[in-house]
Structure formats: C-alpha cells, structure tokens
C-alpha cells in the first residue's frame, strides 16, 4: 500500500494504491469517480482513455498513476461541463458529433491538446491528430467539423 | 408505484450513480418480472404499457426499444412529444427495462422508429383521445372545439386543463386503439425536425452514465479467463498462484468457465493474468486459408428459396451469352470500443442484471434458463453501452455477471478485456455467394440464379457464451437467422432462382452485424448485376432505372447521378499510377422498404495495390424523416464503418481460436483515411417512416467493388478488398 498525491483537475487528491503499476485510468475512475477516461483496450491504441498530463495528451490506460508525481492532470470533466463546456464541447454539441460517444472523450483530449499548440488547425491537421484514435460508429466527419469549428470560434 | 418515483431526473442521471438507480428502479425486491397487483403494466397492447402522466402533467413513456448510441431516444420522444403536443422537457423516457417496459422485440433490423416508434405514436394517439374526452366532460365542451397546446388542453372562452388535472381522477389505461385519430403531418412541430440529442451534452462532459461506470455498494470486479482454445477444457486451476496478490482474490470456476473476483478491479485484472491453469490441447477450427472451401463442403440442413420466377435452367441453357461468378465475405467482429461490460446481483432469489444489451426481455429468459430462476425472478435493466452494432457480446457479459453473483453472493461487475471482446463476441460468419447470369442474343437480361451459403438459424438467441462454458443451459443455438432478405433482386428478370442454402455449421460462434445477410447478398447481387450490364454493354445506371419499374427507386438513382455528375467520366490522373473509378450499386430493402443508390469514387495504386474511397454519395428514401440530422448522422456512420470493414477487415485465426485480438491485428478505418460522404435525403411525410439504421450499409461494398472494377477494368469478389487481391487482380489476364 502506496499513498500517491495527484493534482486532478487543479485539485490536490490522495489515493491509495497497492501495486505501483496500476494504470492511471482505474485511479481516475474508480477511485475519483471520474467517468470521462473510458476503458477501450488497456493497450494505448484507440485513445477512449485519453486525458491531459501538463498538457499533454496521454493514454491513462497505459501509464502507471505512481510514474504522474507532480504531473498535472486534467480529464473531460475537468475541460468544462454542461453548464459551461469547453469551446471543443460546445463545438461537439453544435455540430451532433456524437453517435455511442464512447470514443468521444479522447476526440475531445486529443483535439484540446491539438489546439493548445495549434489554435486553427486544417483538415488535413486535424485528421493526422486523430490518426491514433478510433471510433467504431463512423462518426469521424462530425468530429472533424467540430474541431475545425472549434478552431475556427 | 408512483408514477413519480418513476420519473427519471435527467439531472440525478447525470450526477450520481445512486439516483440512477432509484430512478430506474422499481425497488430491487420487487423486481420480478409480472409486477406485483398495482405495480406497472408492460403490455405492448395497452397505453398504460408505454406511458404514465403524473400529477404536474410530466408524461413519462416506456420503451422495449433502446438507443444503441442512434439517437434512438431523442427521435422516440419526439414522436411521442408530437402526438400529446407535449414540449419535449416535459418527456421522460424509460428504455429497455423489463419490470417496466413493453417487450417490443430486439433493437435491430431498422426497426426502432418503424416499428417501436409506431407502437409509441399510436400509444400517444390513444392517450391523446382519451385526454381530449376527459377534458371534453370537465369542460363541457365538444372533444371537436378543443386543441392541445404545449401539454394543455383549452377549450372554448379561454377554459383550459393541464394533462395533469386530466389524471387526477385516476390514471389514462386502456387497450391502444390503432385507429386513433394520428396528427396530420402537416401539423407537426417537433417530427421532422433535427431536435438535438439530449444524451450528447452529457456525453462530451463526462455525466453520461454507461453501462461501464455503473457500480453498486459492496460490488466486487471480476474479469473471465477464456479457454486457450475454442472447445478445450479446464483441467486443473492452481488458486495458490493468486492468493499472495492484495484485493481479496477468489477464483471461481464451474464447468469450463473459470473467473476472478476481487474487491478491486486492478487487482481483478491483476489475478486474471497471473492465475494458472491448465487446458486441454484442443484445435478444432478449420484452415482460414481454405476457409471458403470448408464453408462450400459444410453440409446443408435446408434451403431458403427466396425467389423463383420462370424456368431459370432452360433460360441458362437458351442464353446467347452465360456469365458465372463467385463472391466470398470475410468474418467480422462488431469493433465495439467499449468492450462488453454488465453487473449483476441476486437479493432473496431476486435476480436484477444491469446490461447494454439491445434485446433485454429475450435476454430475460435467457439468463433466467441459464441461472435456473424462474423468469419472473430476473430482471434486465439496459444501460448504454459503446455501439453494437448487433448481438455483440454485452449478452455474454451479463450471463458472466449472473453467474458470478449466484457464486459469490455479491453484486458483481465484469468488464471484458480487449482479448474478451475481438476474442469471444460472436461474429458475422463467413459467406460464399455463387451468381450465374444469361443474356439474350439483343442484350436483354434473361436470366438471374443466386446460391448464398449461411449458418442456419433455428432459434432467436446467440447462445450465452458463459452458460456453454459452465455446461448449463443457455436457450441459444446456431444463429444468425433473418439473413435471407435481400437475396432476391428488386429487379425484373424473367427467368430467375435465388437460394438460400443453410449450413449446419460455421467455424465461430455466429451472429448478426449490422445489416447482416443484407450486406454480403447486396455485395454478390449489385456486383453482378455490374458485371451483366458491362456484358450487356449497358449503363450500370440506366440499366437498373430499366428493370426496377419502381418510381421512388428510380428517384434515388437519379438522384445519385445528378450528385456525382455519373453520365460525365472522370478525369485521370497523368501520370498513370493511379486509376479513378466509380461504382454505383442500388437497395431497395428487404423488397419493401427504404431505399438507397450509392456511388463509390475511388482511387487505386496500380503498382501498390492500395486502395482509397476518396467520396460517397448517398441518395436515401426512407419515406417519413423524423430527425433529419440524426438520419444522416446513421448514414453517414453506415458509409463510413462499412467502408472500413470492406477495405481492412477480416477476423484472422488459427486452427485453436481468434488471434485478431486487438486494434493492430484487426485494423480499422481512421481518420486520415475516412471518404467525403455526400447525402441526400428524401423526405416523404405523409407516408410511414422506414428504418435508416442498415439500409445504406448494405449498398458500399458493391459500390466500392464496381468503382474498382471501373478504375483498374478488374473484378475483386472478395472482401476485404485488400491490396494483395489488386495486385492479384490486376496480374490476372
């Protein structure tokens, strides 16, 4: 048993852990109660789990919670909510970019941290960002428009 | 039970685990399956079955039907909304919930608006006569001098009663008359119009509440460790190898199922890759690599003859010019990105399974055979899942989740891994499809004899994954049934035979895959009908508008031409590596509903192989539209996932199980390969809404075939269309 001390959406917490290479997903969601970092593979290809680490897009089911230290986490809750989205959750909003919506939360990650480098990215951008992450429903073409929305705004 | 205890707060929805539970539930205890005297009717004859006004005049509405991730429930309250002219906030709906809901069938086969949906509008059409008379008496008014607005029912000198006065002298019950009064659709304020899904804010911000984020107090996480082999046998389990790892690790095994329980689901996770055990060395699946030849040799149990016109063998023989061709289809896994995931728990025999299965009453009577409980004492409750797309393995996670409560007497969640998922859903099962066509000495079609190889269908239900491995029963057998539409043509021929021929066996445990048979029947047949009209030195386009005598079909194939300009060829590249083609293919569904002509443009390497769908134009008639962006939101995800499973997929395996288990070994399309999808939509208000869920999915891959065709002048029958069979195509002769 590890105490572990986080900063998660600009909140310090502590957990518990008891095996230092627990993914960072299952201490978002499990213990924080978090339910935007989803469970897609546990092997960092589709990117459903994705959240940001000082900014940075990361696989949260692939990067153990004890290897964060000071690490600033943020996640989908943490980008902003129903009452006040995030300008690439109101985009997703506006243009219906949603059909299972299960990959939807790393379309979101990954496209935040795409525009906090690149503020109006292309197409063609925007479509090399996402080329790691999957969405089985075919709902790409929204998505695309709602991040060059969201770019554009 | 109150009606508003039922009253499903979107906001506690959103916010807390614990109030989705109060709010879905009937209390746990009760949760049999005839509810008791006074609890809620499920009867699909009645209004009480699907709605329930309260007192404030709040009308919640109970549906069999599910959202898959469609927009399903959007587009069911707004049907409802329309009939009571009721604001859609003041609409709550009930999915998929056996104490509570109608049993309307499965989600699946493009039936939720058509069908369910139907149920619900004349459901509300009832009710909303039934308000009427009631006011009509209060008031004292003729029901002909009053409107409802908004929930309120005025009458004449400004009288008015909201819906909620109109039950205070008790609930509206009663049988649903199907000749109830339906508004004109000239009215309509709500159907037809692209209302937002109310499920998408929670969705981008993390509230949704899936069927993965569930979680009970003292519930414990378990993962399911499958055999090494399809069809070997536990031998020995070594609990010993678990026990030194933390989180209270339990091993439970029954038969051939063995799993891990713990109090965490890391540690769960943990236990299921450490565990020891021991199989039988079995390897019973045939060679892929002559895959089509077993599926050709499996024996037939019956024939499905699904069209018989003239004498087809003397119109062969007699044919100036016969052309034979053969087309096979891989086997595909459903791709959910979620994999399957449900909790289950078992209170004084009380079974309740939380599930995203898409048929929970049929699940019901599964899990209660399987489980040895009376039906009555299991309860199915559906929470969204990532998309199906089809009977996926959500089913055989909740038989999982049911088995383990009984062995544990805990609420148990399982969560399959990504092996589980690609490894063990069920899959669409490989088909072979034999054509044969004949010309006349003028050119004129005269002959058409189809032959489709699928697994037979005896029972309504993929059998519980879990339950075969425990040796219990599991109220499934070899499925995919329904396959059969589409093998006929919507075409006029005089002289055609088109036959079903039903297998006794497939490789992997079968199931459906949106729009299945559908897809791979419109493959063969709209390839052919390709390669006849080339034969015939026929417009691919011109032809079909000649042989469908059908005006709505024809629109949506001139439609489809005016969009991609198909009567101008396309400029070639110059330097001659590369080829441009486009391909037309046409549906009209199941011979009786929905419409689509589709044009493919592709672009194919020469010399790689490689092949692109650049763009897709889709010219849709689904007769009554009720959400124009959520249909097209549909098609546009049947393009692009059907794109995907033509030119990249198949499921691999080896002669012991699947070893496509994941995202690498069984790639999808992404995004930097995803088409321009061109829609247009034809909207037909006064004529009965038509399912969008599949149609468009069964037109892509001939399209993408012909258009191939057209690019390289080479035929590819075989999907996936990979590049090693371009290649393969193209060094033919």
Known sequence: ?153 | MSVSALRLSRRGLLRSTAALVVSFSVPLRSAGAQPAAGGKSVSPNAVEGFLAIDATGHVTAFAGKVDLGTGMQTTLMQIVAEELDLPLDRLTLVQGDTALTPDQGPTSGSLSVERGGMQLRHAAATARQALLARAATRLGAPAGALRIQDGTVFGPGGAQLGFGALVADGPVTMPIDPAAPLKPPADYKLVGRSVPRIDIPGKVTGGFVYMQDFRLPGMLHARVIRPPAIGATLQHVDEASVQALPGHVRVVRRGNFLAVVADTEWAAIKASQTLTATWSDTAILPDQATIYDYVRATKVVHDNVTSDVGDVDAALAGAAHRLSASYDFAIHTHGSIGPSCAVAQVVDGQVTCWTASQSVHTLRTQLAAMAGVPVANMRCIYLAGAGCYGRNGHEDAAADAVLLAQAVGQPVRVQWMRQDEHGWDPKGPPVVIDMQGGLDAAGHLAAWRGAFFYPDATSQNVPLLGGDLAGLPSDGQLNPGNIVNDSAVPYHVPAMRTVVHRLASTPLRPSWIRTPGRMQNTFANEAFFDELAAAAGADPLDLRVRLIDDPRGAEVLHRVAAMCGWHTRLAQPADGKTAIGRGLSYLYYELYRTYVAAVAEVVVDRTTGDLRVRRFYVAHDCGQIINPDGARNQIEGNVIQTVSRVVKEAVTFDRKMVTSLDWASYPILTFPEVPEVVIEMIDRPDTPPWGVGEATAAVVPAAIANAVHDAIGRRVRSVPITPDKIKQALQGA
């Open chain 1, 1 to 153: 048993m590890a105490s572990l001390a986080l900063n998660v959406n600009s909140r310090p917490v502590t957990v518990t852990v008891d095996d230092p290479d627990m993914p960072l997903l299952y201490v978002l969601r499990n213990e924080l109660g978090l339910r935007g970092p989803r469970f897609g593979c546990g092997l960092g290809q589709c990117g459903a789990c994705t959240v940001h680490v000082d900014g940075q897009a990361v696989r949260s089911c692939s990067v153990p919670a004890s290897s964060i230290g000071a690490g600033k986490i943020v996640t989908l809750e943490g980008l902003g909510s129903v009452e006040h989205p995030h300008k690439l959750q109101q985009a997703f909003i506006d243009e219906q970019a949603v059909q299972c919506g299960y990959c939807i939360n790393g379309m979101i990650m990954q496209a935040a941290a795409l525009l906090a480098r690149s503020p109006h990215p292309s197409e063609d951008d925007i479509r090399q960002e996402l080329a790691n992450n999957l969405c089985r429903c075919g709902t790409h073409l929204r998505i695309v428009r709602a991040i060059r929305r969201a770019g554009e705004a």
